[in-house]
């Protein structure tokens, strides 16, 4: 039996963003009430359009950020209001990886020492032994030895992002979150950057948080999804049940609007009208419903509940399932 | 029978760095037929830019130059134009539309002037005519309150709506050919549905020709009749967009096709492509591709393969096909 490696419920956050010219501040909600939960060794992504809070989501499990509300279980610890002397074991538990691999890497520091950094802030290991242990990262990854003393500049883009997943490895953390880790990346590259992260969840058992935009990608690489919409997550489901029987008027409009690499297939398109609408100035009653083509009366004015669908662990918010 | 509007052959352009001369287009050859949609598709840095920059003639502030090869356009030269023909030809017969609106629109200038600039210059129209001009060309792309954007600037507008913007700028004047690099890279997939929704129709009522710049192999096989591939700075495969991917040729072709996810698709393992892009400095010898083709062959290391015309009038440029080929091209 696995075990729940994450769990998270209710969470919230809002920026405060001045504006005007008196300097009155306006509240953005980039999270709104977000609950999921990952067992251990799975994939859970989150999909959704820019700015609709995933990497915000993703930055509060990670405890870069802190909610304003909500809970936060890793491997059965709370942890959403933990100061960050308190979160010491939580940060060698998880690690990220990011979109840019241009931006999140030090370029004056050698490969070496960019991998064995986590090795110097979380453990006492000696000089010896942390070079050691990144030797055999970077095997791991698919780099070599002689890759540890040049500097990240001189490494292309995949490569890059190998590092970036060296260096979250070597802490043999149980949760990697991985905001956008394929996005800056050709196709080539791209996939085998998911391969490689496939091989080290089954190899050790990793439980990826995974955020993306590209709904090929989610498939190819998730056991569940949470699609999200203007802070919230709007149907959450296994992969299967998103991806064969979508339920939110949006995640169809969403699945419809991914181009298919098969000029053979012609399907029916939901063209969404307008655009997303601000977060700083969200609609009434259900968030998609200044877009959503199936709108009704009471959708302007209320907002619809989370109902679970036939299926176990398939949840949509929309009040057509309610009804 | 198909009319060429645009052929591009043996386009040669360089950059020069610290004195030295290095080439990043080595003799790119394609053509487009009039109303036809062509996709240029190819790993980043591979010139896919540069070609159409080639096209344009512009190169404003960059060191490159074309040195080499001929860009036919209804059957006159570009490449033999003055730098106020080529402003002529830009806008009015040849359009851009680019990644980034923001690179193209200016930020102190209001949508409706920015708009109505081209259409006085190309159209001969007066103030009134081209504002109603403009006016029209932003209901036609879809923007609800166009009365009210004329007055705005493009950072009060959305990505989509700027893009929106863009493509009205870029068909104002009725051109042949639009040139889209990358058009909708920047946008969520819902807005990107919109647009490419909006440039298929445009394209069929007008009869124009697009030459669609993109990575995502998605859009080629929804938007264009015919593909060109390019690898390192050269066209390694041109062919029709069914028979490109019912049975891709290049070696590179096949990895960059099985290295997309696809929706429904059970594989556990994506192909990928080993390796990275040569740098254009320092390019091997023989075939480009060889040092991360799977079917390399000894003939590959020592000489470059040349366009081969195979069947359906597909090209590809690989030793694998030596046998095969019908007529030498080039
Ligand atoms: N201004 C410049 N000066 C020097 N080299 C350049 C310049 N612009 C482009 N290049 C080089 O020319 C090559 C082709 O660039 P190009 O922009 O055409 O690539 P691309 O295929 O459009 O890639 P992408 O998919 O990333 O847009 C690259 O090696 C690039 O580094
Ligand atoms: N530090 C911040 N300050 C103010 N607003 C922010 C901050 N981080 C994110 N936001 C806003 O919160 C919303 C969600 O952002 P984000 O989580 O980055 O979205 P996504 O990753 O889905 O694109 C956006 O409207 C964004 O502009
Ligand atoms: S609640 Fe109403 S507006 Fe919202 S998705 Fe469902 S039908 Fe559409
Ligand atoms: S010519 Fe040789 S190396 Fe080049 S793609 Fe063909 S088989 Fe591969
Ligand atoms: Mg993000
Ligand atoms: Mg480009």
Redesign the pocket.
């Known amino acids: 039996m696995s075990n729940k490696l994450l769990k998270v419920t209710g969470i919230r956050k809002s920026f405060d963003i001045p504006s005007g010219v008196f300097g009155r501040k306006k509240t953005l909600k980039a999270v709104n009430d977000v609950s999921f939960e990952i067992m251990e060794g799975q994939t859970f992504s989150l999909v959704g359009e820019s700015g609709c809070g995933k990497s915000s989501t993703g930055r509060l499990v990670s405890r870069l950020l802190t909610p304003s509300d909500g809970e936060i279980w890793i491997d059965g610890e709370e942890i959403s209001q933990k100061k960050e002397s308190q979160l010491k074991k939580m940060r060698q538990k998880v690690q990220m990886i990011f979109q840019d691999p241009y931006a999140s890497l030090n370029p004056r520091m050698k490969v070496r020492d960019i991998i064995a950094e986590p090795l110097l802030i979380h453990t006492k290991l000696s000089k010896l032994e942390q070079q050691r242990l990144v030797s055999e990262i970077l095997k791991v990854v698919g780099l070599n030895e002689s890759h540890a003393d040049r500097y990240a500049h001189e490494f292309s883009g995949g490569q890059r992002q190998r590092i970036g997943i060296a260096r979250a490895l070597i802490m043999k953390p149980r949760l990697i979150i991985a905001d956008e880790p394929v996005s800056a990346l ?1 196709v080539s590259i791209q996939s085998q950057i998911l391969n490689l992260l496939k091989d080290l969840q089954s190899e050790y058992n990793i439980t990826y948080l995974f955020i993306s935009h590209d709904l090929s990608v989610v498939e190819h690489i998730s056991d569940y999804i949470g699609v999200m919409y203007l802070g919230t997550i709007v149907e959450s489901g296994p992969k299967d049940a998103i991806f064969s029987d979508p339920q939110h008027p949006y995640t169809k409009a969403l699945l419809s609007s991914v181009p298919v690499p098969d000029p053979t297939f012609r399907k029916e398109r939901i063209i969404l009208k307008g655009d997303l609408p601000s977060p700083m100035n969200p609609p009434t009653g259900c968030p998609f419903h200044t877009r959503c083509p199936v709108s009704m009366e009471v959708c302007k004015t209320i907002e619809p509940k989370v109902t679970q669908v036939a299926l176990d662990n398939h949840f949509v918010s929309c009040h057509l399932m309610s009804s | 029978m198909s009319e060429k509007l645009l052929q591009v052959e043996q386009l040669q352009t360089d ?1 020069t ?1 610290d004195k030295r001369k ?1 080439r ?1 287009l080595h003799g790119v050859n394609f053509h487009i037929n009039k109303g036809e949609v062509i996709g240029l598709v ?10 159409s ?1 080639s096209i344009m003639g512009l190169f404003k502030g ?3 130059e074309i040195t080499g090869g001929n860009i036919r356009f209804n059957g006159q030269d570009l490449t033999s134009l003055n730098v106020n023909e080529m402003r002529k030809m830009r806008g009015k017969q040849i359009a851009m539309i680019f990644q980034e609106p923001m690179t193209s629109l200016n930020p102190v200038m209001k949508i409706g002037e920015q708009l109505m600039e081209p259409i006085r210059i190309h159209l001969n129209l007066n103030k009134k005519q081209a504002k109603e001009h403009a006016v029209s060309m932003l209901k036609k792309v879809g923007i609800a309150r166009s009365d009210e954007v004329i007055n705005e600037y493009p950072h009060q507008l959305s990505g989509g709506m700027r893009q929106r913007v863009m493509i009205a700028m870029a068909m104002s004047c009725n051109p042949n050919l639009l040139i889209a ?2 058009p909708t890279t920047a946008l969520d997939v819902t807005i990107q549905a919109q647009i490419l929704e909006l440039m298929k129709q445009l394209q069929q009522q007008e009869n124009m020709s697009i030459l669609l ?1 993109t ?1 995502d192999l998605g859009i080629v096989a929804e938007m264009c009749d015919r593909v060109v591939v ?1 690898y390192a ?1 050269r066209v390694v495969e041109e062919a029709d967009v069914f028979d490109l991917f019912e049975k891709p040729k290049h070696p590179y072709t096949q990895g960059l096709i099985g290295s997309v996810p696809k929706i429904g698709d059970k594989r556990d393992k994506l192909d990928s492509i080993k390796g990275n892009v040569p ?2 400095s320092d390019m091997p010898i023989g075939c480009k591709f060889a040092p991360r083709c799977t079917q390399v062959m000894p003939i590959c290391l020592e000489k470059e393969p040349t366009s081969m015309m195979l069947e359906n009038e597909r090209l590809c440029s690989c030793w694998l096909y030596d046998h095969e080929r019908g007529e030498t091209h080039v």
């Open positions: 050709d | 950059f760095k290095i990043i190819g790993e980043s840095g591979c010139g896919k830019s540069l070609t920059l960059t060191s490159g690099d990358e710049i990575h390019m700075g740098d254009p």
